[in-house]
């Protein structure tokens, strides 16, 4: 089964264009996705799937995402609003408030959670939401599972977007999953990079943007001292692909520009590939 990803949209960042920079690289991803030799068998989207929340904005996502062949599912991220998301998407269950699910596919569970707490930058998984996870995680112990989250649970270096390790949110998080042994991999975006960590006994993966990304810069900051730093920059917009092969989760990254071919599987390359295929085990 194939999964992609896609995480940290932003439309609405420009409120009073439709065609604004961020939805051109959004439909760039899902046209290449729709499109391209790897189309998935569903489409994740991990948070700040909009700017500001704006009602508008979310019927700007829908619009976007009405091109997919494949099952769209959503979860929110710091920049989003719920109220105005549920509006939109009536569909996506919310339980308790929070706009938390498990859906079934090729094999495999996926648990999608809310780490929104408007407002705030940073994320939050309060009591009720850990009461869910640790509940629906308990009802099957055994179906391998996956987690899709916006914020990650782990400290990732760039210091102005880092987790802490001792916040609230991801001891509750932690102690929700603690008990899960089928969980397979934890899928996260905000941090508009691609990174991969082992965790707690599994693989946390973090998405790049299909916005603008974020500086890859791991010195200190001090916010009394402004040193000019790259912050933001302007690579292709980016997507993952997890494939699961029936016994992990296999995380690649891609992007949606355009790539300088070197080599084509042509007859030149057959019999190399030929080789390679027939070392392996029939």
């Known amino acids: 089964m194939l999964i992609a990803q896609v995480t ?3 439309l609405g960042f420009d409120r ?3 065609a604004e920079f961020n939805r051109q690289r959004l439909d760039k991803v899902l046209r290449y996705l729709n499109n391209g030799p790897n189309r998935p068998d569903l489409l994740i ?9 704006a009602a508008a904005s979310y019927r700007q996502l829908a619009d976007a995402f009405s091109i997919c062949s494949f ?3 959503m979860c929110l991220g710091n920049h989003d609003i719920r109220s105005n998301f549920t509006a939109q998407f009536p569909e996506t269950p919310v339980v308790d408030g929070f706009v938390q699910y498990a859906l079934a596919a090729g094999g495999v ?3 999608m959670l809310d780490t929104l707490e408007e407002g705030r930058h940073g994320g939050a998984f309060c009591d009720t939401r850990a009461k869910w996870l640790r509940s629906t995680l308990a009802q099957d112990r055994d179906t391998p599972t996956i987690i899709g989250m916006h914020h990650p649970p782990v400290e990732i270096g760039i210091a102005w977007m880092n987790t ?4 609230q949110w991801v001891s509750n998080f932690t102690q929700a999953i603690q008990d899960a042994p089928n969980i ?12 991969a960590v082992p965790w707690q006994g599994t693989a946390v993966t973090i998405c790049s943007s299909t916005a603008a990304q974020v500086a890859l810069d791991l010195k200190p900051i001090d ?4 040193d000019n730093r790259a912050m933001i920059i302007a690579d292709h917009p980016a997507y993952a692909l997890h494939f699961w092969n029936g016994r992990e989760l296999v995380s690649h990254f891609d992007s949606a520009g355009d790539q300088a071919i070197l080599a084509k599987y042509d007859s030149h390359l057959q019999p190399f590939i030929k080789k390679l295929i027939g070392e392996r085990p029939s």
């Open 8 to 10: 940290d949209i932003h």
């Open 16 to 18: 009073d264009d439709p």
């Open 45 to 53: 989207a991990t948070g700040d799937l909009t700017e500001h929340g």
């Open 71 to 73: 099952p769209v599912h």
């Open 109 to 111: 569970r996926i648990l």
């Open 164 to 167: 802490h390790a001792e916040e």
């Open 184 to 195: 397979k991999g934890i899928m996260c975006g905000h941090v508009h990079r691609s990174i």
């Open 223 to 226: 916010p009394e001292k402004p």
